[in-house]
């Protein structure tokens, strides 16, 4: 009979690092380094938002990576369209000075 493999927190933390690190050296490879993704708590510390806002802007139309259950990452172009479109263009401005630094 197959062992079964159950994997841990630990398993899957270190899963989503080396997708991560991938995706960053896809996009080195392509040479879009102007690429700029986001966790949740990146931006609600940006934003100075709840996780529950970021939620709504999911149900709104924000585009968004979901990586695992509750863990989701956002490219800062989309997150600025979509701020623009939804008029919370004063927030895109907080977002819009992070990515000039």
Do not use: C
Request: charged share 35%; proline share 2%; no cysteine.
């Amino acid at each position: 009979m197959a062992e079964v493999f159950i994997p841990t927190k630990d398993d899957w933390s270190a899963f989503e690092n080396r997708i991560l690190r991938k995706i960053e050296d896809k996009i080195e490879q392509t040479g879009r380094s102007d690429v700029r993704i986001y966790t949740g708590k990146d931006l609600e510390r940006l934003l100075q938002s709840s996780p529950n806002t970021i939620k709504r802007f999911r149900t709104e139309g924000l585009s968004f990576i979901r990586i695992s259950s509750g863990e989701y990452r956002y490219d800062a172009k989309d997150l600025l369209s979509f701020l623009n479109k939804h008029k919370y263009n004063h927030l895109a401005d907080l977002i819009d000075n992070n990515l000039s630094k």
